[in-house]
């Protein structure tokens, strides 16, 4: 089944412990993306990645980081999380077929709780 | 980025047509219409998407005016899972070839029994 798998689902930590949100999809996609999406806000996009190695800052880039060793992996990293990350996180997925973006698919989402 | 409007909450019966407006009157030539809907927080579900012409498939249909300043997505017999916030995007490409979707608010839809 084509999925975008995030783990973890729920996660409650303390502030300045660091912390790996991991994305995988197994559907060949070059391009993935994370999004935060917080009450009155929607979804805001955090970093997004072309490809391999190919990485670059979204809308709300600060306090992230991301890589991209592998096609099919691309984690979201906290170095030092604050409160003000708390939030539901989601990672998506698409391909480009002939130049052209097809739809983005949707992990089920994190929720993470920074105290 | 093209800014979408839609009204905050609608409620549809169980089997009617649910129609779900959108403005989005800056949207450029280039730029498509995407529909996308969340069932409590699970992750955005893609519904449709369209650049000027009518749409439809085995979801919705996706209606674009003339002038591409709104748009209506259909959802023809709705059911009580379609209740769901509905976001309509305008979708930009960047000169880097970063695809955003920008989420506003969207329309809480509820179907009633």
């Known amino acids: 089944e084509a999925q975008v798998t995030q783990n973890p689902r729920y996660l409650i930590t303390v502030t300045g412990k660091k912390l790996t949100v991991t994305c995988s999809q197994n559907?060949?996609?070059?391009?993935m993306s994370w999004y935060r999406q917080d009450p009155g806000l929607g979804l805001r996009q955090i970093y997004y990645s072309m490809n391999v190695e190919v990485t670059d800052k979204g809308d709300v880039p600060e306090g992230y980081k991301v890589s991209r060793k592998e096609k099919r992996n691309f984690p979201l990293i906290l170095e030092s999380p604050s409160p003000n990350q708390t939030s539901l996180y989601f990672c998506?997925?698409?391909?480009?077929?002939?130049?052209?973006?097809?739809?983005?698919?949707f992990g089920d989402g994190t929720r993470l709780s920074i105290l | 980025d093209a800014k979408t409007t839609q009204p905050p909450s609608m409620d549809c019966a169980e089997g009617r047509a649910a129609n779900l407006p959108c403005n989005h009157s800056?949207?450029?030539?280039?730029?498509?219409v995407y529909w996308y809907r969340q069932i409590h927080s699970q992750g955005p579900q893609y519904i449709i998407h369209?650049?000027?012409n009518n749409e439809t498939n085995e979801m919705a249909s996706l209606i674009i005016t003339e002038d591409r300043k709104s748009s209506t997505l259909i959802l023809p017999h709705a059911t009580l899972r379609d209740t769901a916030v509905y976001y309509c995007?305008?979708?930009?490409?960047?000169?880097?070839?970063?695809?955003?979707?920008?989420f506003g608010t969207g329309t809480r839809l509820t179907i009633i029994p």
């Open positions: 995007i305008v979708r930009t490409i960047s000169n880097f070839g970063n695809e955003k979707l920008t």
């Open positions: 800056t949207i450029s030539g280039n730029e498509y």
């Open positions: 369209g650049l000027k």
């Open positions: 998506a997925s698409s391909i480009r077929a002939g130049g052209v973006h097809q739809p983005q698919h």
């Open positions: 559907m060949n996609h070059e391009y």
